[in-house]
């Protein structure tokens, strides 16, 4: 794919539409898949290099370059808190003025430090290597894509720590300027809208506000992708949601197995979910809890490559059953 500007890279920091990758717990290393990949596979490189690996070459294009527009957001900030007012979201969007840009979305705290805080990508930090992590980057390209993500946060009301658009991104696409100046939409709704990766890959992003007030995987992505079975994937706490059963089932996961790897859902901070005939994959940042009805997030699920198969392959156990 060629690529005129910023956008995703691969493990070689070449050019490439879209990657998923999973951090493994209790480890830096992690499992990556990219649009020819048939499987999750074993990364040779750390998550805690800064020089090296998909998602630190990805980032590290967004520091020491004054003239690339950014968002970073996080409900766990790098260096500050954030209100619960604002949504369960972690993410970066980077784009220059050719409209050529990224988004990743991902599951970890306090990262990655902004290009404000630091002179260069700075890897992740000690304190993030207890716990499995999911990340999703997408390369966009032109007003369109930047304003289908743009919409996607006005709606979600992300805690952005650090941020510049510049005019040329902004006349683009006027919702990444709503996001820098706190503009957001308040509606109660839960979305879908399709974005189009810079190679043509179809992505479906699901985004829901706090007014809309209900559990984002039973009442909103698995009734509007239809599924059968949604597995979900994520950080419960306290405050479980109990299995949706009938037309969409939506249940949670146990145990998972990755590339080799394995461990409990305890151990994982990953938010992904997959429809369990593996045609649907999800990769978010917001986790099925009873506790985060009334926080904004969402989801971005796709039907590209092989990330549905491999995710619903992954899972080893189901914590919960609507068996009678």
Not at 237 to 245: F, V, W
Request: hydrophobic share 35%.
């Amino acid at each position: 794919m060629a690529v005129a500007g910023i956008g995703c890279r691969d493990e070689q920091g070449q050019p490439v539409d879209w990657f998923a990758a999973i951090k493994r717990n209790n480890s830096f290393g992690y499992a990556y898949m990219g649009p020819k990949s048939s499987d999750f596979s074993q990364s040779s490189m750390l998550l805690s290099d800064p020089s090296a690996g998909s998602i630190s070459l990805t980032l590290a294009q967004l520091y020491g370059n004054q003239s690339l527009s950014y968002l970073f957001y996080n409900d766990e900030p790098p260096s500050s808190s954030s209100p619960s007012s604002y949504a369960h979201a972690k993410g970066v969007v980077g784009m220059d003025d050719s409209l050529d840009g990224f988004w990743l979305v991902h599951s970890t705290p306090r990262w990655p430090s902004g290009p404000s805080e630091a002179n260069g990508y700075p890897g992740m930090p000690d304190m993030e290597l207890t716990y499995g992590q999911s990340f999703l980057c997408i390369s966009v390209s032109g007003a369109a894509a930047l304003e289908t993500i743009g919409q996607a946060l006005v709606l979600d009301k992300p805690s952005v720590y650090d941020g510049s658009v510049s005019k040329r991104v902004g006349n683009a696409s006027p919702a990444m300027t709503d996001v820098i100046n706190k503009k957001w939409s308040g509606l109660p709704n839960c979305d879908m809208t399709q974005l189009k990766s810079s190679g043509g890959a179809v992505f479906s992003v699901f985004a829901k506000s706090s007014q809309w007030a209900d559990e984002l995987y039973s009442k909103c992505v698995a009734p509007k992708l239809g599924a059968q079975r949604l597995v979900v994937e994520s950080w419960i706490r306290g405050g479980a949601c109990d299995p949706q059963c009938g037309a969409n089932e939506v249940l949670d996961v146990g145990n998972v197995e990755i590339a080799g790897w394995g461990w409990r859902e305890t151990q994982d901070h990953s938010k992904w979910a997959a429809t369990s005939d593996g045609r649907t994959g999800c990769i978010g940042d917001i986790n099925r809890m009873t506790s985060q009805a009334k926080r904004g997030g969402g989801t971005v699920c796709t039907e590209a490559g092989a990330l549905g198969r491999s995710l619903a392959k992954a899972v080893v156990s189901l914590s919960d059953s609507c068996n009678a």
